[in-house]
């Protein structure tokens, strides 16, 4: 169970009410809700021969499970920010039945009735849009993060506001010191899962592929259930002289202020999420 909206006043005859106040001091209840997490396997292979351990001048079953794991994340970052789980996902390209930005709703689909149309390139500005389209979400900026494309990151290094030292300080020009971690409070992300070849609205259609997308997201409203860690197995196919790596990670991911039937939040002033489609 998780806090909900707020509060309600316990009257003063509630059985609850077990201290026995009196009328003229308040006690209150918390709004309790629930969060159901529907785990499903993050699940992926890799297939190596027994030629390639033996050719290899390096140790390569080490490297190869390693490369497991982090196809194992990516799928789960890519989940994140690109997950939609309706028949027909919002990108016209995510057409495999496998593929895990199927798994869940991430920050894009949970933020399409929150989104700004920009029209023009990021901007140290936007933040604090994007911060006002969050309602109560944006006052606590030490919880939101910003998820960019490295393209966006490079351009936010040359932007005026934060170039030079007598805009922005000694310690956090970019000028000087090459790197952004906050604007305006907010951390800064960079993710090859924000993608760059999208349209005005925010999706892909094949069509019109020339916008990209901020996601601005309270990281503390939203939850990762993990049922196991990742667990690397290998299985040998002698008939092949091969061998499998398998990979699996059982997990799912919510939003803790959406209900189970709400697919997207709704338009309002409070959504932990908010979007800026950018050219």
Not at 42 to 54: A, H, P, S, V
């Amino acid at each position: 169970a998780i806090t909900g909206a707020g509060a309600t006043q316990m009257p003063q005859t509630d059985p609850a009410n077990v201290l026995g106040a009196p009328n003229s001091v308040y006690t209150v209840r918390p709004t309790l809700g629930q969060v159901a997490f529907d785990c499903v396997h993050n699940l992926g292979f890799l297939m190596y021969t027994d030629d390639m351990i033996e050719d290899s001048v390096v140790p390569l079953l080490p490297m190869l499970r390693e490369q497991a794991s982090v196809m194992i994340a990516r799928a789960l970052d890519a989940a994140v920010i690109n997950g939609d789980d309706t028949a027909t996902h919002m990108d016209s390209d995510v057409t495999a039945a496998q593929d895990f930005r199927k798994a869940w709703d991430g920050l894009r689909k949970l933020g399409e009735n929150n989104e700004i149309t920009q029209a023009e390139p990021i901007s140290p500005d936007h933040i604090p849009e994007m911060l006002l389209e969050m309602g109560k979400f944006g006052t606590n900026v030490d919880q939101c993060v910003l998820f960019i494309a490295v393209q966006e990151y490079l351009k936010l290094l040359s932007a005026a506001d934060l170039k030079t030292v007598q805009n922005i300080g000694l310690d956090r020009a970019t000028l000087r010191t090459g790197v952004i971690d906050r604007i305006y409070g907010v951390d800064i992300v960079v993710t090859e899962e924000v993608r760059r070849d999208l349209n005005v609205a925010g999706v892909h259609d094949a069509v019109t592929t020339n916008n990209t997308i901020e996601i601005l997201a309270r990281r503390d409203r939203f939850w990762l259930g993990v049922r196991h860690d990742i667990r690397l197995e290998q299985v040998r196919a002698p008939q092949a002289l091969a061998n499998w790596i398998q990979a699996d990670l059982r997990c799912d991911w919510q939003a803790i202020d959406k209900n189970d039937t709400d697919n997207v939040f709704a338009a309002g002033p409070d959504i932990p999420v908010a979007l800026s489609v950018d050219v």
